[in-house]
């Protein structure tokens, strides 16, 4: 076959095209330069952001929402250290990105030069992989092989840092001769310690843990098989939420430090527990010395790392999940779990129906209030993409998600900011979907220039602000744990109706419980929208387990309580 010559940042477009590329995040500079020209001549929609880290996140809602890997671009030096809080969120909840920065001359390189900073030693903790590109023969080995590794086994993100003289460099281009070695990237599954299935059909008081790894390994069937066959309940991750319907029966809900009470107690009091697809991170299990002390344990992940590192198991079994359910599917047996059932069901009383008409109104206007009414008038279709702190809780507690990838949120690295530009990211991966921000206003306005970026690109994202002028989550351990002490918590913001109408937003601010209806309607009405929803200053997340603390004991809400149904 003939081969073509052609600049290195005709190929670096070429490769991305072959790829199944149609978007790409960045902002351009000096060291990019040469590709942003050759992108001209190749079928890629560009997404001008307004700051790089909007960029890798806009990447990373794009690929959490559609299972993709997403693409972003930036210069050197600060263009480049400006996407690292990006891609280290993404590299916690293991998200398949691949972020190309410019580079300054190779000649250059170690001179400190304009603009010249080692992102590739910068990066190297929070990637799977990263490469420095100096000759345009090494872009399409380095592309090719910076996509396969993105996607392959536990996702990642990826860093290609291509020189100046790189992208203008001549070379015949070879596609097929720069396919990756898969065979490097594949990790043979194995297991160790006793037999899971055996543990399985043994236990009577067993308990699933799903995690994120249930959406990554599409394994969402084969986990609704196995729970319906051998009437296992099933708790849910942060990350996890969505791989299993919240409105089947054996769906429990969160679990860990802000979830419900019943499912810590339940993992607490459990004779098995089965992670799949999850990490055991601190946030799930607290104290670990005590973390469900009568349980045996199995654990699944395609990341051998994983396992035995933060929770030492019974069995650990490494590989694709989707692939281990479906072999232990014809021998796990079925069995009469109707006690344990309802030994659940009892310690959920009647704080499971978490609903608009059990929260009252006093008054005051609640983020559960808000966060509810969205649910019911999305009827729980929309794609939420949440920042980090109260309302990412909250939003956990009332928007109960049915579909995978309809939860997007930063969770490993809890990213401030995150939600905006990941949800931007989600539009545009899925033009099609009813997308919703839940942000708080300290969050909002870390990354609200993207606003702009919105607006340019004529997206339809609805923006609900939970603001209650604090830090809210950092403000509640000041309240625990600092004796009220709101030392730099309080926040001012700008007046957010006015802010979204100068971008061109159709906007609103609600105070009271009896607009929420209304403006959420109109909302959806409009291509865009923003809303302040002024909620209650110092409302708290319940229940919360101190950091640290054993699983079961939980901060819970103070009585006489308003909201008795919540924990």
């Not at 079994?317 to 692939?323: F, I, K, N, Y």
């Not at 950092?474 to 730099?488: D, G, I, K, L």
């Amino acid at each position: 076959m003939s081969k073509t010559t052609l600049t290195g940042a005709q190929i670096l477009w070429d490769c991305l095209v072959r790829e199944g590329v149609n978007v790409v995040f960045g902002y351009p500079g000096g060291a990019i330069l040469p590709a942003y020209d050759a992108m001209l001549d190749y079928p890629i929609r560009h997404i001008l952001v307004r700051h790089e880290q909007g960029a890798t996140h806009m990447a990373d809602g794009y690929a959490r929402a559609t299972g993709k890997v997403g693409v972003a671009i930036a210069t050197s030096g600060p263009g480049a250290t400006n996407m690292v809080t990006g891609i280290a969120t993404a590299m916690m909840d293991s998200s398949p990105i691949v972020c190309i920065t410019g580079q300054v001359g190779s000649a250059l390189i170690g001179s400190d030069a304009f603009q010249e900073t080692d992102i590739t030693g910068i990066t190297l903790p929070i990637t799977k992989h990263n490469f420095l590109v100096t000759r345009a023969d090494e872009v399409a080995p380095a592309i090719r092989e910076a996509f396969a590794v993105a996607a392959s086994g536990r996702p990642g993100p990826v860093l290609v840092d291509i020189t100046k003289d790189a992208q203008l460099g001549l070379c015949a281009f070879d596609w097929e001769g720069a396919a990756p070695d898969m065979i490097g990237l594949a990790r043979p599954g194995h297991s160790s310690g006793v037999d899971a299935v055996g543990l399985i059909n043994a236990a009577e008081r067993p308990l699933i843990l799903a995690g994120h790894g249930i959406m990554l390994g599409e394994a969402e069937a084969a986990l609704r098989a196995l729970a319906e066959k051998a009437q296992i309940p099933i708790a849910m991750t942060l990350l996890g939420i969505g791989g299993f319907p919240a409105s089947h029966p054996l769906n429990l809900g969160m679990m860990g430090m802000h979830g419900e009470a019943w499912v810590n107690t339940a993992i607490q009091e459990s004779d098995l527990l089965i992670a799949l697809g999850m990490r055991f991170d601190d946030r799930v299990t607290g104290n670990l010395k005590t973390y469900a002390p009568n349980a045996r344990k199995i654990h699944v992940d395609i990341d051998p790392a994983e396992l035995n590192k933060n929770v030492r198991v019974d069995a650990a079994v490494s590989g694709d999940l989707r692939a281990v359910l479906n072999q232990w599917l014809p021998v796990v047996t079925e069995v009469d779990r109707t006690r344990w059932l309802a030994h659940i069901s009892d310690l959920k009383g009647d704080s499971a129906v978490r609903d608009i008409q059990n929260l009252p109104d006093d008054g005051h206007l609640y983020a559960a209030h808000v966060i509810n009414d969205i649910w019911r008038m999305t009827n729980g279709n929309a794609v939420v993409v949440t920042d980090v702190g109260q309302h990412q809780m909250w939003e956990a507690q009332y928007y109960h998600h049915n579909t995978p990838r309809s939860l997007i949120t930063s969770g490993g690295l809890g990213t401030m900011g995150f939600a905006l530009p990941a949800a931007i990211g989600a539009k545009v991966g899925r033009p099609d979907a009813e997308v919703w921000v839940v942000v708080g206003d300290g969050g909002f306005q870390m990354t609200m220039p993207e606003l702009a970026t919105l607006v340019q690109e004529e997206l339809d994202v609805k923006i609900a602000i939970i603001n209650n002028g604090y830090l809210g989550m950092v403000r509640q351990w000041q309240e625990f744990f600092y004796q009220r002490r709101y030392a730099a918590t309080p926040i001012t913001g700008p007046d957010f109706k006015k802010l979204g109408e100068a971008f061109g937003i159709w906007s609103a601010t609600v105070t009271t419980r009896k607009e929420v209806a209304d403006v959420v309607t109109r909302a959806r009405s409009e291509r865009g929208a923003l809303i302040d929803f002024r909620v209650e200053q110092e409302d708290t997340v319940y229940p919360m387990v101190p950091a640290g603390a054993d699983l079961h004991k939980m901060i819970r809400r103070p009585s006489p309580i308003a909201e008795t149904a919540t924990d």
